[in-house]
């Protein structure tokens, strides 16, 4: 005879009733908010893969366009400051002065209004050239120009000689000025009214000379002084005594 089968009652755990599992959704989210937990797995997973990032192209030639404009700047910068330095050595040394230019004498030994009405005007002028420096000599050279004006009008034009002005040195030149003005009949009566009303005709002298300045033994590359002068005359009669009223003149040079 067979054993009558035997139930074991099956017992639960109170405890497991009591504390359920934890959710895969934390508390914080709602269901519709984490949607498939799966799928949240899977894209934390997505977040936590490095992303690759593509690399700049080189810069090897930003970099040497850079490095020869920095070279190039550090040696116009040292060269600025090497001239900056001798110029000042050699100023400290030499002491340089601008040169003195004076009008001493006006002689009209030709003032004349042909029948063709152009006016021949010849001019001897006597000019002094001072050079008060004691270790800078002044080398004129050829090429030089002088020209005599009333107001806008040219009278007549020379050329100063050619000769060295030592140190310290005081040179008086006798200059040559001729010229022709054609249609000069306006010009005549202008200048006539202008004795009449002050007794006295302005001229303007524009000089253009070039020299060679020589520190010492040294001659330096040529430069060209122009020298304006003013003067006041009391007449521009031909073979009379004229008097100079006043003169002034201005000196510049340019390389």
């Known amino acids: 005879m067979a054993d009558p ?18 959710p895969l959704v934390p508390r914080s989210m709602s269901k519709s908010d984490a949607g498939d937990p799966q799928r949240v797995v899977v894209q934390q997973q997505q977040q936590n893969i490095p992303l690759k990032r593509t690399k700049p192209p080189p810069k090897k030639r930003r970099s040497c366009c850079c490095r020869f404009f920095c070279w190039l700047i550090s040696i116009l910068l040292i060269l600025i400051v090497a001239i900056g330095i001798t110029v000042g050595i050699l100023y400290l040394v030499f002491r340089p002065k601008l040169p003195k230019y004076s009008v ?33 000599g002044i080398d004129y050279r050829g090429g030089s120009h002088i020209s005599a004006w009333y107001m806008d009008t040219k009278l007549c034009e020379g050329s100063l000689p050619k000769f060295y002005q030592g140190h310290r040195n005081t040179t008086v030149l006798s200059i040559p000025l001729t010229g022709k003005t ?3 009949t306006g010009l005549q009566s202008t200048l006539q009214n202008q004795l009449q009303e002050s007794g006295n005709v302005p001229l303007n002298l524009k000089v253009k000379q070039p020299v060679r300045i020589k520190l010492g033994k ?37 390389l």
């Open 104 to 136: 001493d004498e006006l002689r009209v030994t030709h003032f004349d209004l042909a029948d063709n009405n152009s006016l021949s005007v010849t001019f001897n002028l006597t000019i002094t050239a001072r050079n008060p420096n004691k270790k800078i």
């Open 218 to 254: 040294l001659k330096l590359f040529k430069i060209k002084f122009r020298v304006r002068c003013k003067i006041v005359v009391d007449s521009l009669s031909a073979n009379s005594s004229i008097r100079i009223q006043s003169s002034s003149c201005k000196f510049r040079f340019r």
């Open 5 to 22: 089968q035997k139930i074991h009652p099956v017992h639960h755990d109170v405890e497991a009733q009591n504390h359920p599992s934890a």
């Open 182 to 184: 054609q249609d000069a």
